[in-house]
Protein backbone atom coordinates (compact mmCIF):
# COMPACT_ATOMS: atom_id res chain seq x y z
CA UNK A 1 0.00 0.00 0.00
CA UNK A 2 1.35 3.48 -0.75
CA UNK A 3 1.23 6.26 2.21
CA UNK A 4 -1.57 7.72 0.72
CA UNK A 5 -3.65 4.53 0.16
CA UNK A 6 -2.84 3.51 4.02
CA UNK A 7 -4.00 6.78 5.33
CA UNK A 8 -7.23 6.91 3.38
CA UNK A 9 -8.12 3.35 5.03
CA UNK A 10 -7.05 5.25 8.29
CA UNK A 11 -3.72 3.14 8.58
CA UNK A 12 -1.10 5.26 10.49
CA UNK A 13 2.01 4.30 8.69
CA UNK A 14 5.71 4.70 11.01
CA UNK A 15 6.45 7.18 8.33
CA UNK A 16 3.42 9.09 9.15
CA UNK A 17 4.67 8.79 12.82
CA UNK A 18 8.37 9.93 12.19
CA UNK A 19 7.00 13.11 10.51
CA UNK A 20 5.00 13.46 13.51
CA UNK A 21 7.24 13.49 15.74
CA UNK A 22 10.07 15.77 13.69
CA UNK A 23 7.55 18.30 12.59
CA UNK A 24 5.49 17.88 16.14
CA UNK A 25 2.47 17.31 14.91
CA UNK A 26 -0.28 14.99 15.92
CA UNK A 27 -0.32 11.89 14.03
CA UNK A 28 -3.92 11.80 13.29
CA UNK A 29 -3.69 15.15 11.37
CA UNK A 30 -0.33 13.89 9.37
CA UNK A 31 -2.79 10.93 8.91
CA UNK A 32 -5.67 13.15 7.78
CA UNK A 33 -3.54 15.11 5.52
CA UNK A 34 -1.94 12.90 3.68
CA UNK A 35 -5.20 10.75 3.25
CA UNK A 36 -6.99 14.46 1.75
CA UNK A 37 -3.69 14.74 -0.59
CA UNK A 38 -3.09 17.93 1.31
CA UNK A 39 0.36 16.46 2.44
CA UNK A 40 2.38 14.11 0.92
CA UNK A 41 5.72 11.81 2.07
CA UNK A 42 7.51 10.96 -0.86
CA UNK A 43 9.18 7.86 0.28
CA UNK A 44 9.65 4.84 -2.39
CA UNK A 45 10.59 1.49 0.17
CA UNK A 46 13.25 0.01 -2.21
CA UNK A 47 15.33 3.89 -0.97
CA UNK A 48 16.42 1.87 2.15
CA UNK A 49 18.58 4.16 2.95
CA UNK A 50 15.95 7.34 3.17
CA UNK A 51 13.89 8.92 5.44
CA UNK A 52 10.35 10.22 5.68
CA UNK A 53 9.93 13.68 5.17
CA UNK A 54 6.58 15.81 4.88
CA UNK A 55 5.51 18.02 2.57
CA UNK A 56 2.34 20.05 3.04
CA UNK A 57 1.31 23.45 4.67
CA UNK A 58 1.10 21.58 8.09
CA UNK A 59 5.17 20.93 8.16
CA UNK A 60 8.06 23.08 8.16
CA UNK A 61 8.52 24.73 4.62
CA UNK A 62 10.75 22.48 2.88
CA UNK A 63 14.46 22.45 0.44
CA UNK A 64 15.03 20.85 -2.62
CA UNK A 65 18.49 21.39 -4.40
CA UNK A 66 19.06 19.88 -8.36
CA UNK A 67 22.58 18.14 -8.93
CA UNK A 68 23.45 16.26 -11.57
CA UNK A 69 25.90 16.13 -14.49
CA UNK A 70 25.19 18.45 -17.80
CA UNK A 71 26.61 16.66 -21.31
CA UNK A 72 28.92 19.27 -21.16
CA UNK A 73 30.85 19.61 -17.64
CA UNK A 74 31.09 17.86 -14.36
CA UNK A 75 31.57 13.52 -13.61
CA UNK A 76 29.79 11.27 -10.86
CA UNK A 77 32.57 12.13 -8.37
CA UNK A 78 31.71 16.19 -7.99
CA UNK A 79 27.93 15.19 -8.03
CA UNK A 80 28.87 13.05 -5.20
CA UNK A 81 30.78 16.02 -3.55
CA UNK A 82 27.83 18.25 -4.81
CA UNK A 83 25.38 15.80 -2.93
CA UNK A 84 27.19 15.59 0.40
CA UNK A 85 27.47 20.08 0.38
CA UNK A 86 23.64 20.37 0.21
CA UNK A 87 22.79 17.65 2.79
CA UNK A 88 25.62 19.44 4.91
CA UNK A 89 23.64 23.22 4.03
CA UNK A 90 20.19 21.37 4.96
CA UNK A 91 18.70 20.03 1.78
CA UNK A 92 15.27 17.90 2.72
CA UNK A 93 15.40 16.51 -0.94
CA UNK A 94 17.64 16.14 -4.11
CA UNK A 95 17.13 15.51 -7.30
CA UNK A 96 19.28 13.94 -9.60
CA UNK A 97 18.96 16.08 -13.08
CA UNK A 98 21.98 14.17 -14.70
CA UNK A 99 21.76 13.66 -18.52
CA UNK A 100 24.01 11.76 -20.99
CA UNK A 101 25.59 8.44 -20.55
CA UNK A 102 25.52 5.86 -17.84
CA UNK A 103 22.77 7.05 -16.08
CA UNK A 104 21.68 4.53 -13.93
CA UNK A 105 24.94 3.99 -12.06
CA UNK A 106 25.19 7.82 -11.37
CA UNK A 107 21.74 7.42 -10.02
CA UNK A 108 22.61 4.73 -8.07
CA UNK A 109 25.18 6.37 -6.01
CA UNK A 110 23.40 9.48 -5.40
CA UNK A 111 20.45 6.89 -4.27
CA UNK A 112 23.15 5.08 -1.63
CA UNK A 113 24.46 7.79 -0.33
CA UNK A 114 21.34 10.26 0.27
CA UNK A 115 19.55 9.68 3.45
CA UNK A 116 16.88 12.14 1.52
CA UNK A 117 14.04 11.27 -0.77
CA UNK A 118 15.56 11.98 -4.48
CA UNK A 119 13.74 12.64 -7.17
CA UNK A 120 14.38 12.50 -11.03
CA UNK A 121 12.83 13.50 -14.62
CA UNK A 122 12.71 10.27 -16.28
CA UNK A 123 12.45 12.00 -19.93
CA UNK A 124 16.18 12.97 -19.35
CA UNK A 125 17.35 9.72 -19.12
CA UNK A 126 14.61 8.83 -22.16
CA UNK A 127 16.65 11.37 -24.25
CA UNK A 128 19.48 10.51 -23.66
CA UNK A 129 19.41 6.92 -24.66
CA UNK A 130 18.57 8.05 -27.54
CA UNK A 131 21.86 10.69 -27.85
CA UNK A 132 19.54 13.46 -27.53
CA UNK A 133 17.33 12.72 -30.79
CA UNK A 134 13.68 14.62 -28.68
CA UNK A 135 11.51 14.01 -32.28
CA UNK A 136 12.42 10.35 -32.12
CA UNK A 137 11.56 9.46 -28.54
CA UNK A 138 9.90 6.16 -28.09
CA UNK A 139 6.79 6.68 -25.81
CA UNK A 140 7.36 3.22 -24.75
CA UNK A 141 11.48 3.89 -23.91
CA UNK A 142 9.74 6.60 -21.57
CA UNK A 143 7.37 4.42 -19.73
CA UNK A 144 10.27 1.48 -19.54
CA UNK A 145 12.93 4.28 -17.94
CA UNK A 146 9.60 5.19 -15.52
CA UNK A 147 9.68 1.56 -14.38
CA UNK A 148 13.19 0.68 -14.01
CA UNK A 149 13.78 4.06 -12.09
CA UNK A 150 10.92 3.15 -9.37
CA UNK A 151 12.56 -0.23 -9.38
CA UNK A 152 15.50 1.26 -8.23
CA UNK A 153 14.50 3.30 -5.83
CA UNK A 154 13.01 7.17 -6.96
CA UNK A 155 11.05 8.42 -4.42
CA UNK A 156 10.00 11.16 -6.67
CA UNK A 157 9.44 11.58 -10.01
CA UNK A 158 8.32 14.75 -12.43
CA UNK A 159 6.53 14.13 -15.24
CA UNK A 160 5.11 16.79 -17.55
CA UNK A 161 1.70 15.35 -18.60
CA UNK A 162 0.02 18.32 -18.55
CA UNK A 163 1.43 20.12 -21.06
CA UNK A 164 -0.72 19.62 -24.04
CA UNK A 165 -0.88 19.61 -27.46
CA UNK A 166 -3.53 22.63 -27.85
CA UNK A 167 -0.75 24.45 -25.63
CA UNK A 168 2.31 24.84 -27.32
CA UNK A 169 0.64 27.55 -29.88
CA UNK A 170 -0.10 29.73 -26.86
CA UNK A 171 3.70 29.63 -25.25
CA UNK A 172 5.13 30.16 -28.35
CA UNK A 173 3.53 33.71 -28.71
CA UNK A 174 6.03 34.76 -25.30
CA UNK A 175 9.24 35.77 -25.55
CA UNK A 176 10.92 33.51 -23.85
CA UNK A 177 8.48 30.18 -25.30
CA UNK A 178 9.27 27.15 -22.90
CA UNK A 179 11.95 27.35 -20.43
CA UNK A 180 11.09 23.95 -18.57
CA UNK A 181 13.91 21.48 -20.41
CA UNK A 182 10.83 18.80 -19.81
CA UNK A 183 8.12 20.55 -21.20
CA UNK A 184 10.23 22.03 -24.85
CA UNK A 185 10.98 17.97 -25.09
CA UNK A 186 7.55 16.96 -24.91
CA UNK A 187 6.23 20.15 -27.17
CA UNK A 188 8.58 19.28 -29.55
CA UNK A 189 7.63 15.55 -29.79
CA UNK A 190 4.06 16.81 -30.12
CA UNK A 191 4.16 19.59 -32.82
CA UNK A 192 6.59 16.73 -34.78
CA UNK A 193 4.20 14.11 -34.98
CA UNK A 194 1.12 16.21 -34.61
CA UNK A 195 0.33 13.91 -31.32
CA UNK A 196 -1.16 14.50 -27.94
CA UNK A 197 1.77 13.98 -24.49
CA UNK A 198 2.06 10.66 -24.34
CA UNK A 199 2.42 10.82 -20.51
CA UNK A 200 -1.27 12.21 -20.55
CA UNK A 201 -2.55 9.79 -23.16
CA UNK A 202 -0.90 6.95 -21.16
CA UNK A 203 -1.52 8.12 -17.79
CA UNK A 204 -3.17 5.51 -16.10
CA UNK A 205 -0.17 2.91 -17.13
CA UNK A 206 1.77 5.32 -15.26
CA UNK A 207 -0.01 5.59 -12.45
CA UNK A 208 0.06 1.51 -12.75
CA UNK A 209 3.83 1.87 -11.73
CA UNK A 210 3.96 4.37 -9.71
CA UNK A 211 1.69 2.78 -7.07
CA UNK A 212 3.41 -0.41 -7.13
CA UNK A 213 6.60 1.65 -5.86
CA UNK A 214 4.95 4.33 -4.26
CA UNK A 215 6.75 6.87 -5.98
CA UNK A 216 5.56 10.45 -5.73
CA UNK A 217 4.48 12.50 -8.72
CA UNK A 218 6.00 15.02 -9.20
CA UNK A 219 2.99 17.28 -11.99
CA UNK A 220 5.51 18.96 -13.75
CA UNK A 221 5.02 22.75 -14.83
CA UNK A 222 6.26 22.59 -18.50
CA UNK A 223 4.66 26.05 -19.14
CA UNK A 224 6.18 27.49 -16.41
CA UNK A 225 6.99 31.14 -17.35
CA UNK A 226 10.47 32.31 -18.26
CA UNK A 227 10.46 35.87 -17.76
CA UNK A 228 8.02 38.42 -16.00
CA UNK A 229 6.30 39.22 -19.49
CA UNK A 230 5.51 36.11 -19.57
CA UNK A 231 3.99 34.85 -16.08
CA UNK A 232 0.31 34.10 -15.45
CA UNK A 233 -0.74 34.16 -18.87
CA UNK A 234 -2.84 31.29 -21.29
CA UNK A 235 -0.33 29.01 -21.63
CA UNK A 236 0.51 28.49 -17.61
CA UNK A 237 -3.19 28.44 -16.57
CA UNK A 238 -4.09 25.97 -19.27
CA UNK A 239 -1.79 23.62 -18.33
CA UNK A 240 -2.71 24.31 -14.78
CA UNK A 241 -5.98 23.47 -15.06
CA UNK A 242 -5.15 20.19 -16.76
CA UNK A 243 -2.86 19.68 -13.54
CA UNK A 244 -5.60 19.66 -11.76
CA UNK A 245 -7.50 16.79 -13.26
CA UNK A 246 -4.02 14.38 -12.57
CA UNK A 247 -4.16 15.37 -9.27
CA UNK A 248 -7.78 13.85 -8.91
CA UNK A 249 -6.67 11.17 -11.13
CA UNK A 250 -3.39 10.44 -9.11
CA UNK A 251 -5.40 10.58 -5.75
CA UNK A 252 -8.02 8.00 -6.81
CA UNK A 253 -5.16 5.80 -8.30
CA UNK A 254 -3.70 6.11 -4.53
CA UNK A 255 -0.28 7.91 -5.97
CA UNK A 256 1.06 10.84 -3.49
CA UNK A 257 1.00 14.25 -5.68
CA UNK A 258 2.56 17.53 -5.62
CA UNK A 259 2.19 20.06 -8.55
CA UNK A 260 5.68 22.17 -10.03
CA UNK A 261 5.25 25.93 -9.89
CA UNK A 262 6.52 29.59 -12.14
CA UNK A 263 9.12 30.48 -12.89
CA UNK A 264 9.56 33.99 -13.09
CA UNK A 265 6.64 35.92 -11.69
CA UNK A 266 6.35 39.92 -10.66
CA UNK A 267 6.38 40.12 -6.41
CA UNK A 268 2.60 41.30 -6.79
CA UNK A 269 1.50 38.32 -8.63
CA UNK A 270 3.00 35.84 -6.30
CA UNK A 271 -0.24 35.22 -4.44
CA UNK A 272 -2.92 35.44 -6.81
CA UNK A 273 -0.42 32.66 -8.03
CA UNK A 274 0.08 30.16 -5.03
CA UNK A 275 -4.46 31.01 -4.30
CA UNK A 276 -4.46 30.16 -7.90
CA UNK A 277 -2.61 26.43 -7.68
CA UNK A 278 -3.99 25.56 -4.37
CA UNK A 279 -7.47 26.26 -5.48
CA UNK A 280 -7.28 24.24 -8.90
CA UNK A 281 -5.30 21.58 -8.01
CA UNK A 282 -7.26 21.37 -4.25
CA UNK A 283 -4.51 21.60 -1.80
CA UNK A 284 -2.25 19.81 -3.33
CA UNK A 285 1.63 20.66 -1.88
CA UNK A 286 3.00 23.43 -4.26
CA UNK A 287 6.65 22.79 -5.16
CA UNK A 288 8.01 26.17 -6.63
CA UNK A 289 11.22 27.19 -8.55
CA UNK A 290 11.78 31.02 -6.71
CA UNK A 291 9.47 32.43 -7.99
CA UNK A 292 12.24 34.71 -9.55
CA UNK A 293 10.97 38.54 -9.29
CA UNK A 294 13.25 40.20 -11.78
CA UNK A 295 14.88 39.43 -14.59
CA UNK A 296 17.65 41.91 -14.56
CA UNK A 297 20.39 40.43 -12.32
CA UNK A 298 22.32 36.69 -13.38
CA UNK A 299 25.07 35.84 -11.18
CA UNK A 300 22.56 36.86 -8.38
CA UNK A 301 19.66 34.40 -8.92
CA UNK A 302 19.74 32.85 -5.84
CA UNK A 303 18.86 36.23 -4.34
CA UNK A 304 16.02 37.64 -7.32
CA UNK A 305 14.38 34.24 -6.41
CA UNK A 306 14.57 33.45 -2.61
CA UNK A 307 12.70 37.20 -2.42
CA UNK A 308 9.84 35.16 -4.60
CA UNK A 309 10.14 32.45 -2.47
CA UNK A 310 9.54 33.56 0.86
CA UNK A 311 6.31 35.26 -0.71
CA UNK A 312 5.38 31.89 -2.27
CA UNK A 313 6.14 30.26 1.23
CA UNK A 314 3.76 32.47 2.95
CA UNK A 315 0.95 32.52 0.57
CA UNK A 316 0.62 28.47 -0.75
CA UNK A 317 4.12 26.62 -1.39
CA UNK A 318 5.42 23.76 0.73
CA UNK A 319 8.49 22.71 -0.88
CA UNK A 320 11.03 25.68 -2.54
CA UNK A 321 13.72 24.21 -5.00
CA UNK A 322 16.47 26.66 -4.66
CA UNK A 323 18.37 28.13 -7.39
CA UNK A 324 21.75 28.94 -7.04
CA UNK A 325 23.91 32.52 -8.23
CA UNK A 326 24.68 30.22 -11.64
CA UNK A 327 21.01 29.59 -12.47
CA UNK A 328 20.92 31.20 -16.33
CA UNK A 329 24.78 31.04 -16.52
CA UNK A 330 26.02 27.62 -16.22
CA UNK A 331 26.00 24.34 -14.10
CA UNK A 332 26.73 24.94 -10.42
CA UNK A 333 29.98 24.43 -8.72
CA UNK A 334 30.42 23.30 -4.91
CA UNK A 335 30.18 26.27 -3.45
CA UNK A 336 27.48 27.76 -6.00
CA UNK A 337 25.45 25.10 -4.61
CA UNK A 338 26.21 25.91 -0.74
CA UNK A 339 25.16 29.48 -1.64
CA UNK A 340 21.73 28.51 -2.79
CA UNK A 341 20.74 25.79 0.06
CA UNK A 342 21.54 28.40 2.02
CA UNK A 343 20.01 31.03 0.66
CA UNK A 344 16.91 28.86 0.39
CA UNK A 345 16.77 28.02 4.05
CA UNK A 346 16.74 31.44 5.08
CA UNK A 347 13.74 31.75 2.54
CA UNK A 348 12.15 28.63 3.99
CA UNK A 349 12.52 29.98 7.37
CA UNK A 350 11.42 33.23 6.96
CA UNK A 351 8.63 32.19 5.25
CA UNK A 352 7.14 29.71 8.23
CA UNK A 353 8.01 32.79 10.31
CA UNK A 354 5.57 35.05 8.94
CA UNK A 355 3.01 32.66 8.15
CA UNK A 356 3.12 32.19 11.65
CA UNK A 357 4.08 28.15 11.71
CA UNK A 358 4.35 27.06 15.83
CA UNK A 359 7.44 27.16 16.91
CA UNK A 360 9.00 28.66 13.69
CA UNK A 361 10.30 31.91 15.47
CA UNK A 362 11.86 29.97 18.68
CA UNK A 363 15.61 30.15 17.02
CA UNK A 364 15.26 33.54 15.94
CA UNK A 365 14.71 34.24 19.84
CA UNK A 366 17.25 32.22 21.34
CA UNK A 367 19.62 34.14 18.76
CA UNK A 368 18.26 37.59 20.28
CA UNK A 369 19.12 36.21 23.63
CA UNK A 370 22.46 35.21 22.37
CA UNK A 371 23.00 38.34 20.60
CA UNK A 372 21.74 40.53 23.62
CA UNK A 373 24.16 38.63 25.93
CA UNK A 374 27.24 38.60 23.60
CA UNK A 375 27.46 34.83 23.35
CA UNK A 376 29.22 34.82 20.40
CA UNK A 377 29.53 30.44 20.48
CA UNK A 378 25.75 30.28 20.66
CA UNK A 379 25.38 32.52 18.15
CA UNK A 380 27.29 30.56 15.66
CA UNK A 381 25.31 27.32 16.87
CA UNK A 382 21.98 28.76 16.21
CA UNK A 383 23.01 30.45 12.87
CA UNK A 384 21.96 28.70 9.68
CA UNK A 385 25.68 28.85 8.11
CA UNK A 386 27.59 28.79 11.41
CA UNK A 387 30.93 28.56 10.35
CA UNK A 388 30.63 31.03 7.74
CA UNK A 389 29.33 33.47 10.79
CA UNK A 390 32.23 32.96 12.48
CA UNK A 391 34.84 33.46 10.10
CA UNK A 392 33.49 36.47 8.88
CA UNK A 393 33.30 37.83 12.96
CA UNK A 394 37.09 36.43 13.69
CA UNK A 395 38.19 38.02 10.16
CA UNK A 396 37.72 41.88 11.87
CA UNK A 397 38.14 40.74 15.88
CA UNK A 398 39.93 43.57 17.29
CA UNK A 399 41.87 41.38 20.00
CA UNK A 400 41.59 37.94 21.44
CA UNK A 401 41.13 38.33 25.02
CA UNK A 402 37.66 36.76 25.60
CA UNK A 403 36.53 39.03 28.07
CA UNK A 404 36.66 41.94 25.89
CA UNK A 405 33.88 39.83 23.60
CA UNK A 406 30.91 42.31 24.39
CA UNK A 407 30.91 44.30 21.26
CA UNK A 408 32.40 43.64 17.49
CA UNK A 409 34.28 45.76 14.92
CA UNK A 410 31.15 47.40 13.43
CA UNK A 411 30.66 50.25 16.05
CA UNK A 412 33.58 49.37 18.62
CA UNK A 413 33.15 49.53 22.52
CA UNK A 414 32.29 53.11 22.94
CA UNK A 415 29.64 53.11 20.24
CA UNK A 416 28.23 49.49 21.05
CA UNK A 417 24.64 50.12 21.13
CA UNK A 418 24.49 46.60 22.65
CA UNK A 419 26.55 47.82 25.60
CA UNK A 420 25.16 50.80 26.40
CA UNK A 421 21.89 48.65 26.30
CA UNK A 422 23.17 46.74 29.11
CA UNK A 423 25.08 49.49 30.91
CA UNK A 424 21.17 51.35 31.19
CA UNK A 425 19.45 47.93 32.27
CA UNK A 426 22.16 47.61 34.94
CA UNK A 427 22.22 51.48 36.33
CA UNK A 428 18.28 50.48 36.69
CA UNK A 429 18.89 46.99 38.10
CA UNK A 430 21.97 47.75 40.53
CA UNK A 431 20.62 44.78 41.70
CA UNK A 432 21.01 42.82 38.73
CA UNK A 433 24.57 44.51 38.13
CA UNK A 434 26.03 43.06 40.98
S1 LIG B 1 29.42 46.70 18.10
FE1 LIG B 1 27.53 47.28 17.00
S2 LIG B 1 27.14 45.55 15.62
FE2 LIG B 1 28.67 44.83 17.10
S3 LIG B 1 27.47 43.90 18.75
FE3 LIG B 1 27.72 46.03 19.36
S4 LIG B 1 25.90 47.06 18.51
FE4 LIG B 1 26.03 45.06 17.49
Given at each position: ?TQ ?7 I ?7 V?T?E??D???V????A ?7 L ?14 L ?12 TQ?S??REE ?5 V ?5 AD??M??S ?8 R?G???A???P ?6 Y?T?S??QG???Q??P????K?I ?5 Q?V?FMTLH???L??HV?M??Q ?5 V???G????E??Q?H????P????W?EV?E??VR???T ?20 F?E ?5 D????C ?8 V????H ?5 I?MNME?E ?5 G???YV?G???T?IAP?Y ?5 C???T ?9 LC??T????L ?10 G ?6 A ?6 AR ?7 R???M ?6 FD??RQ??LA?DG ?6 W???R??T ?7 C??CG?E??AM??TK??RD ?8
Amino acid sequence: MTQLQSAQAGIITPAMRQVATDENVDVARVCEAVARGHAVIPLNPAHTSARPIGVGRLFRTKVNANIGRSTQRSACREEQRKLQVALTAGADFVMDLSVGADLASIRQGLLDASPVPLGTVPVYETISRMQGDVPQMNPDLLLKVIREQAEQGVDFMTLHAGLLHRHVPMAMQRIMGIVSRGGAIMAEWMQTHNRENPLYERWDEVLEILVRHDVTVSLGDGLRPGCLADASDAAQFGELDVLGDLVQRCRRAGVQVMVEGPGHVPFNQIQMNMEREQQVCDGAPFYVLGPVVTDIAPGYDHITSCIGATAATVYGASLLCYVTPAEHLGLPDEDEVHQGMIAYRIAAHAGDVARGLPGARDRDDAMSRARAAFDWKRQFELALDGPHAQARWQKTRTHTDEAQDDHCSMCGPEFCAMRTTKRIRDAKNPASAS
